[in-house]
């Protein structure tokens, strides 16, 4: 089984778009025994995910959790994979030896060239020099972790910049994606410059495929990858079915976006889950009923439903924002996929279809 654990849900950065409320309370050492417990309990493999707030204030419990599940996983022969989202300020070469030793994947919040527009410290200070180093011994240790761009409307103008600049670092996957919820404004304007930038981010990878060089750039290479091998985007993540996110207080919701909303109480770590409440989250639809009559349906990521949530208040709506960035991006996305496909048809299928 898979969860999120919310180690806890105080952070030591303050950026402007996070919809997080910051508090001191942190998860308890039984309450993350149990729940790396349910996540050995059924499946052939437990995943673990270390999240926060900022997961790095509680480095002694990851500590403590990765002991307990590889010999959890060397008792029962079920194998144990675990992953972890940080704003990297907190990283030092103790912990990452530790995490390499672990085979955790690591995901760096890091916005790039725009980072100290919307990234800073609760002082107002700056994040970016820091963040550079971390990175650089982040790649050290863990060379396969991802770069995760979040781009504030500010910021768009940043964006090609800020995808060559992460990759420049040494980072082979950037997954960017854009701010949501009711601390952004994007207007029509930002929408077009986001376009742009996004042309050119495709320009840059169409040059560097040609090279040789083989960069995963999520929205566009999956997009074409998901359209090749004939996968629905819809199906990567629908309310809990496949990862399921653990309060400091052992409850489980479908995902942060759900977390304390009683129609979508899942369960506890003590008790387990709600067999009839589980059943009923999962039979939900995955594509919203805004979305039936589209063409573009299987292509988008319309069944996110925290996304959904944060822009129209209701996990089966997809606000226009969202439409819009779905449909520039699958456009972009398809001009980037024909023009290398006319480029070499053998490259093309080996890279995206395998």
């Known amino acids: 089984m898979n969860f999120t654990l919310h180690l806890t849900e105080n952070c030591n950065m ?14 308890s050492e039984e309450v993350m025994y149990k729940a790396c417990d349910l996540a050995f309990s059924k499946g052939t493999i437990a995943g673990i995910v270390f999240f926060g707030g900022e997961p790095l204030l509680k480095k002694d419990l990851i500590y403590k959790a990765l002991d307990y599940c590889e010999a959890k996983a060397e008792k029962t022969g079920i194998k144990f994979s675990c992953k972890m989202t940080t704003n990297g300020t907190l990283l030092d070469e103790e912990f990452l030896k ?9 995901g760096l919040s890091f916005d790039g060239m ?3 527009i919307s990234r800073r410290f609760p002082d107002g200070s700056s994040t970016f020099g820091i963040l550079e180093e971390k990175a650089k011994l982040l790649l050290k240790y863990i060379p396969d972790s991802m770069a995760m761009l979040t781009l504030d409307p ?8 800020s995808v060559k600049y992460l990759l420049s670092l040494g980072f082979r996957e950037v997954s960017a994606v854009m701010a949501y919820g009711h601390k952004v404004t994007w207007t029509d304007a930002d929408i077009e410059v986001f376009r742009r930038e996004l042309d050119k981010t495709a320009d840059f990878l169409r040059d560097e495929f040609i090279t040789g060089n083989r960069y995963f750039v999520a929205p566009l290479i999956n997009k074409i990858q998901e359209c090749v091998r004939g996968k629905n985007p819809a199906e990567h993540c629908h309310l809990g079915v496949k990862q399921s996110s653990i309060t400091p207080e052992g409850n489980i919701y479908p995902c942060t976006s759900f977390i304390n909303d009683a129609e979508y109480y899942m369960g506890n770590v003590f008790e387990g889950f709600d067999k009839e409440q589980l059943a009923s989250i999962a039979a939900k639809s995955n594509t919203p009923e805004t979305c039936l009559d589209c063409d573009l349906k ?13 822009n129209t208040g209701s996990e089966n709506k997809v606000s226009p924002l969202q439409c819009a960035y779905e449909r520039t991006v699958i456009e972009i996305a398809d001009r980037l996929g024909d023009e290398l496909f ?5 490259e093309f299928v080996k890279y995206f279809a395998r």
């Open 14 to 27: 303050d950026c402007s778009y996070c919809l997080r409320n910051k508090t001191p309370k942190d998860m």
């Open 114 to 116: 725009g980072q100290d």
């Open 98 to 106: 530790r995490a390499s030793k672990a085979g955790m994947k690591i």
């Open 298 to 310: 299987t292509r988008c990521t319309n069944s996110c439903g925290c996304a959904n949530r944060m």
């Open 342 to 346: 006319r480029y070499n048809e053998e």
């Open 154 to 161: 500010a910021a768009c103008g940043l964006y090609s910049d």
